[in-house]
């Protein structure tokens, strides 16, 4: 018998076939285990009968009364198994150890009365009726333990009279101690199987933390994962920002409360805007105490406050100090959430496991799981009742059938112990992926300013080089004509000139190369003023048409030499500028033309233009020729101090390159705008500026 229980651990399979080889050893009619609950009432969990002769009892309940706390009180302190004749009216208490008094004899009389004559003593008239109404005529009951703790009884009836001897009771009781075994080894089994269950729970989430994924996506699986092992149904995973700029992160899956309808329900917040849940004060301050042991809980501005209110006020929460999570069994009956309780009445949610998520000190958000309410139902084996229909009830043992609607669910220390761990896992790559987000930015931002160096380096290595060339080219403008006044005047100090005409022409040409000489270094000194941010405007109403025939009288005769005719097309008298600055740029403007334009002509025009803002009119001075060109990528190059289209070209026209840079900063001082235009190389260059047309 012992060898055929012991071929499964499965408590219900051990049950059964103890039940099943006891009445097949006893030869009765019927052989139970019956198990207690906290309340004292019962259940029939395993039971094996013979044909019809008996009621099958499996799976009813018997209230607390049927087998009254002295009772049970006896089965654990005397460990006494009882056998009850119903036709001789006689019940029989056989221990296994140590006899202890019992029944209403005072203390002399059980000294005085032999041992047997104790032990042995009339049934109690409605025990008789009882077991009669169920027709039992013979009943054999034997404790079974867990521990020193009472966890049922091993029960024998039978239909007719039957007489159990010593070694039926030592073989019954045999059972009930290999029953005992068979629960300590089921109970080490199931905690064998929750352990891996949780281990294996926990490496499946621990994966899913380190997997290549984006962290939100991690996350939401994370959640999904713990949701459905913990069999709740729904949860949300509350992340604080990590600083003032970022918002806080909330994943949720499963059923939700409905936080964010508008209109009459649920509620909504004073400011019109949709709140979280966490946004809740519950919430808020669960989150500044991460573990409610006072020697490990960081001090918040509000602990004092929160303490109290707990006392007050949050009465139904179980507190579980050690496993740093909040149960609300019933959020209904939860004072602190009276606010919050409307926008669940659309779901069936009923209970909430609130677990703070810190790393050390620092607090990174929470875990809620929502759990939803269950109906629970017994199957009664009659109930007792003062009331005499009840009787027949209990007589027939019919089950009653109480349904209990919308129960607050069970949290078990398991399931809290297995949030509680995946809660820490969850903190810790929390934490890590902050530490690496931190990383990675303080990475980038290095390579940012490693760049913006590299761009510093390279700026003032194209600046020095650039330096270098206009010192290398301005020093060549300088010496040429330099060098050219230098020699006429020489010629003319040793005189080498024929006559008078040669003379004039020496003459001329040394101070021509002088001006030139003259130009250049005030092109320079322009370009170092402006840079310098000491340049300055005087700004008037210059009359246009005969500032531009004046500058085409200054090109005249090199107009002709050339044979480039300036073209003059001038619909606006004025125009609001420096005239002097003005002249400048209209100066360098038509040289650059002159020099660049080997055929074809020069056109200059001035009309109005576009407005470029919304205030006042503006001007559009233009210089158009059909010289050489520029290439498009070359034209913004162009505006920079110190820069030609080529090198080629500067060597072949000459030039330091500023002409056209200080013509921009001069338009820019005047307000104005200046565009460089181009087809092409050989097709022709397009200048514009455009000036105020009044102040």
């Not at 964010?260 to 709140?275: D, M, N, V, Y």
Request: glycine share 6%; proline share 5%.
């Amino acid at each position: 018998m012992t060898n055929r229980i012991r071929q499964s651990l499965e408590l219900e399979t051990i049950l059964t076939t103890t039940a099943a080889e006891l009445r097949s050893f006893l030869e009765t009619d019927r052989v139970k285990v019956y198990r207690f609950e906290p309340d004292g009432s019962g259940e029939v969990i395993a039971e094996s009968i013979d044909g019809q002769r008996l009621p099958s009892l499996l799976g009813l309940h018997f209230p607390a009364s049927d087998i009254p706390p002295h009772s049970r009180e006896m089965f654990i302190k005397a460990k006494t198994r009882v056998i009850v004749s119903v036709p001789a009216q006689q019940i029989t208490l056989n221990n296994q150890g140590n006899v202890a008094t019992t029944g209403d004899l005072t203390v002399e009389e059980v000294q005085q009365t032999k041992i047997e004559d104790i032990l042995q003593r009339p049934v109690d008239p409605c025990h008789v009726e009882y077991l009669t109404n169920m027709g039992v005529q013979s009943s054999l009951v034997v404790p079974i333990f867990h521990g020193e703790k009472l966890w049922g009884l091993l029960a024998g009836h039978h239909a007719t009279p039957k007489t159990f001897t010593d070694e039926d009771l030592l073989m019954v009781q045999l059972l009930a101690d290999q029953v005992s075994v068979a629960l300590d080894q089921s109970h080490l089994l199931s905690e064998a199987r929750a352990k891996t269950r949780q281990e294996t729970l926990i490496n499946q989430i621990s994966t899913l933390l380190h997997t290549p994924q984006q962290v939100g996506q991690i996350l939401e699986n994370v959640l999904k994962t713990l949701v459905k092992a913990s069999g709740c149904s729904g949860g949300r995973l509350y992340i604080h920002s990590t600083d003032p700029t970022t918002a806080t992160q909330i994943y949720t899956y499963g059923d939700q409360p409905q936080l964010f309808l508008w209109g009459t329900q649920p509620q909504k917040s004073a400011t019109g805007e949709a709140l979280l849940l966490e946004a809740e004060t519950f919430w808020q301050q669960l989150m500044r105490q991460p573990n409610l042991s006072p020697n490990t809980n960081p001090v918040g501005p509000h602990d004092e406050d929160w303490q109290s209110l707990r006392t007050e006020q949050l009465s139904v929460s179980a507190q579980l100090s050690n496993l740093n999570c909040h149960i609300v069994p019933d959020l209904y009956q939860e004072p602190f959430l009276t606010a919050v309780a409307p926008t669940f009445r659309n779901t069936r949610i009923r209970s909430i496991l609130v677990m703070p998520l810190w790393y050390g000190k620092q607090a990174l958000g929470c875990l809620t799981l929502f759990r939803d309410e269950i109906d629970t139902e017994i199957l009664w084996a009659g109930r007792l009742d003062p009331d005499d229909r009840n009787r027949r009830v209990r007589q027939s043992f019919e089950a009653w059938r109480e349904l209990k609607l919308r129960q607050s669910p069970q949290w078990h220390p398991a399931e809290i112990e297995l949030v509680q761990a995946v809660g820490s896992h969850l903190g810790m790559a929390l934490m890590q992926n902050r530490l690496y987000q931190w990383e990675r930015e303080n990475r980038l931002l290095v390579e940012m300013r490693n760049r913006e160096l590299d761009t510093a380096r390279n700026i003032a290595e194209e600046a020095n080089r650039m330096k270098s060339d206009f010192l290398s080219s301005t020093s060549h403008e300088l010496r040429t004509p330099l060098a050219s006044t230098l020699n006429y005047l020489k010629l003319l100090k040793e005189g080498f000139y024929d006559n008078e005409e040669e003379l004039k022409e020496y003459i001329g040409v040394a101070y021509q190369s002088a001006e030139n000489l003259v130009a250049i270094i005030n092109d320079v000194l322009d370009i170092a003023k402006i840079e310098a941010g000491r340049m300055s405007v005087q700004m008037n109403q210059v009359d246009l048409r005969p500032l531009l025939s004046e500058q085409i009288r200054m090109f005249h005769v090199e107009s002709r030499h050339k044979g480039i005719p300036l073209i003059l097309e001038c619909e606006v008298e004025q125009v609001y500028a420096d005239q002097g600055k003005l002249k400048q740029i209209l100066t360098n403007l038509l040289s650059n033309a002159l020099k660049f334009t080997p055929i074809g002509e020069i056109r200059i025009t001035a009309k109005k233009a576009a407005a470029m803002s919304d205030s006042g009119e503006w001007v559009e001075i233009a210089v158009t020729d059909t010289g050489i060109g520029i290439d498009p990528n070359q034209r913004e190059l162009l505006f920079e101090p110190f820069v030609q289209a080529d090198g080629s070209i500067k060597r072949r026209y000459g030039g330091t390159g500023l002409g056209l840079a200080i013509c921009k900063r001069l338009v820019e001082l005047m307000g104005g705008r200046i565009f460089l235009e181009s087809e092409g190389l050989g097709r022709g260059t397009n200048v514009r500026l455009q000036l105020p047309f009044d102040n």
